[in-house]
């Protein structure tokens, strides 16, 4: 059943036997893995079936660390949440991610590649895709153009794509007909209202945007609003424990995580630029009847990583003329003005293109001449770094609640990771005789500043996952450390970021809490 | 990446860069005196010698312990050591020093000119134009 939180009486109290808080990948997977069991399961969502400005604005909040988008941008707050614009981009973390590394501080999940597996093989259907495999060798018939790099130095890593899967439209009709789950839309949560000790959560307090009020009573909940609200909420719900629930060891929003994106060379080709299109995204698999799509990527070895202390790290491989900001916001310019309508933002445009014109000719110049390069930006893995955090604002939203402040840095580790792998690519594009490569030179400063840094708007890390309470905020099956039936699902739980675009981990996980709750070992 | 006052332009590193080592072989005969054999037959596997040169002023800058003819020539032509080349065949030099250029890149053994990757043995073999 699909209901309009706007249209029950004020004051309502809704009863069941678990509560989902959002109704985005995670929350939505783990609504879909219980349809059909014996409990009942309420699925609250602050927006409706589509977007609204006002809605949408609860998400606004600060930033004051590193350069990050507008956080009302960086997310979508309806039903389906940001799998709402998402670029259906999917790969399983490393075996190695999951590990404890002596080199990198605060590594190590409770769990490992093996334990998430089966989860992993469940979520590519949830998600959409081929076969859960993406061992190069296994494809290598049907994806040429895989490089062969040195071993021990670099590897191929797959992607798969999705098509995208939007799960709120995709999986809207299956939740709506489901007699054991109620969703509850435009119902905001507002507070965690746990016990007088705080070992159990009683209740959800809730509010629309107009007013109307209710309650929701359950005897498990979980919270799946994404990597920086699911910290907003625990933080915000501070009735009983002043610094908020779950954070008995201050680590609730520490740990912010992303996947910090920058140009880093280019390269000039020695070889025809479509021979090694499986590098360029969306390539089909030939010769097999899987519906899988594919981009390879060169990633730093395992050796590597543990040889020279290294985080984990892949090099988007492209091509084309030009990446300077003057040429690529001429050509949006051009495309625009050619398609009889204004570019989306011409004042951007306007200071652009004349603070780049050096890059404009030389891009022109290229296209001219029809000479492509090959261009290499990051997809490396950040260090955990408690400093990296969201903490609550003094300013407060339509509804009361203190809006979000996000502190993201930048480590030197994920610089040097995107250094090295990048040098790499270029000394083996070398060797190979694919092509010569220029590193950037702000990639050549020994510091921790990124030019023309952009992000992947993967918020992790925030609600961390181990064993130890004093490590992390839930621990190996997602519940949070000293309260006993509530349970986080979402990126938030990440550990460690890898490399790899967390949807997928962010699926399995999902699909795993499921089948925990689904057992008699939970309230 | 726009080419800057203190950086070899980038058309004159791509020139030499494209050229190193797959320059046509032509005529082979060195005159006598090693430093300035070596320099020459190093200057007979590059077409661009100003870009090679270029190249090679910046590699000694970054490794001037290298700045003797005799020590680059000992590591670019190892058969016959600093000595003269005269009966070298220049084929199998430019096999041998095209092996070595892919075995410095397998073996991460690479220097930055400017933020392009080259081979020691490229850097090098720029290097010895600049020299005797």
């Known amino acids: ?523 | 990446m726009s080419e800057n006052g203190h950086s070899i332009p980038r058309r004159v590193l791509l020139a030499a860069l494209a050229s190193v080592l797959a320059s046509p072989v032509l005529a082979w005969a060195i005159p006598s005196g090693a430093a300035r054999s070596n320099r020459i037959r190093a200057e007979r596997l590059l077409s661009d010698l100003g870009g090679a040169k270029a190249i090679g002023a910046r590699y000694l800058a970054l490794a001037p312990q290298e700045s003797a003819p005799g020590f680059l020539a000992a590591c670019l032509f190892p058969a016959d050591g600093a000595g003269t080349c005269g009966e070298a065949d220049p084929d199998r030099l430019r096999r041998a020093l095209d092996d070595r250029r892919r075995r410095d890149f397998a073996a991460g053994d690479t220097v930055l000119i400017d933020g392009w990757i080259l081979a020691r043995t490229e850097a090098r073999l720029c290097a010895l134009t600049t020299l005797g």
């Open chain 1, 1 to 523: 059943m699909l209901e309009d939180f706007r249209q029950r009486e004020d004051g309502s109290i809704v009863e069941t036997d678990l509560c989902i808080i959002g109704a985005g990948a995670a929350g939505i997977t783990l609504a879909r893995e219980l349809a059909g069991s014996h409990r009942d399961v309420v699925l609250v969502e602050s927006g409706g079936l589509d977007a609204d400005t006002a809605t949408q604005a609860l998400y606004a909040g600060k930033v004051v660390g590193a350069a990050y988008p507008p956080l009302d941008v960086a997310r979508l707050r309806f039903f389906g949440g940001t799998t709402n614009h998402w670029d259906g981009h999917c790969a399983p973390f490393d075996a190695i991610d999951f590990e404890k590394r002596p080199w990198v501080p605060y590594s190590g999940w409770p769990n490992t590649l093996a334990d998430l597996q089966p989860f992993y093989v469940r979520a590519q259907d949830v998600c959409e895709l081929g076969p859960c495999e993406y061992r190069p060798e296994k494809w290598r018939d049907a994806l040429p153009g895989l490089i062969g790099f040195e071993p021990g130095r670099l590897v191929n890593r797959l992607w798969q794509f999705s098509t995208p899967t939007r799960f709120g439209q995709h999986y809207r009709d299956a939740l709506g007909g489901a007699p054991n789950v109620h969703v509850l839309l435009n119902a905001n949560v507002v507070e965690i209202v746990a016990n007088d000790d705080a070992t159990t959560v009683r209740a959800l307090r809730l509010s629309s945007i107009e007013g109307r009020t209710g309650t929701i009573r359950a005897g498990v909940f979980v919270l799946a609003c994404g990597g920086i609200e699911n910290p907003r909420l625990l933080l915000a719900s501070n009735r009983v424990m002043q610094n908020g629930l779950g954070n008995g060891h201050d680590l609730v929003g520490r740990f912010f995580l992303e996947h910090p994106h920058a140009l880093l060379a280019f390269a000039l080709p020695q070889v025809p630029l479509e021979r090694h299109a499986v590098y360029y995204g969306n390539f089909p698999a030939a010769n097999t009847d899987s519906r899988a799509t594919f981009q390879a990527k060169p990633g730093l070895s395992e050796q590597v990583q543990r040889q020279e202390g290294l985080l984990n790290c892949c090099i988007d491989v492209g091509w084309g003329y030009q990446r300077s900001p003057g040429y690529l916001k001429f050509r949006e310019v051009v495309k625009a003005l050619a398609r009889g309508r204004a570019p989306d933002d011409m004042g951007r445009a306007v200071l652009t293109i004349p603070g780049d014109l050096g890059g404009l000719a030389e891009g022109l110049y290229r296209r001219i001449r029809d000479q492509n390069l090959f261009w290499f930006a990051s997809s490396p893995e950040q260090a955990p770094n408690p400093d990296s955090r969201v903490t609550l604002d003094m300013e407060r939203d339509a509804l009361g609640m203190p809006r979000v402040k996000l502190d993201w840095r930048l480590s030197a580790p994920d610089k040097a990771t995107a250094r090295r792998t990048c040098r790499l690519v270029g000394e083996e594009f070398a060797r190979l005789g694919l092509g010569r490569m220029r590193l950037d030179d702000w990639l050549l400063a020994d510091d921790t500043t990124w030019e023309g840094l952009s992000v992947r708007y993967h918020h992790m890390g925030t609600t961390r996952m181990s064993d130890d309470p004093q490590q992390g905020v839930v621990d190996r099956h997602c519940r949070v450390h000293g309260i006993d039936n509530l349970y986080v699902a979402g990126s938030s739980v990440f550990t460690t970021s890898g490399y790899a675009n967390p949807t997928l981990t962010i699926v399995a996980l999902a699909v795993r809490l499921a089948d925990h709750l689904k057992g008699g070992d939970v309230h």
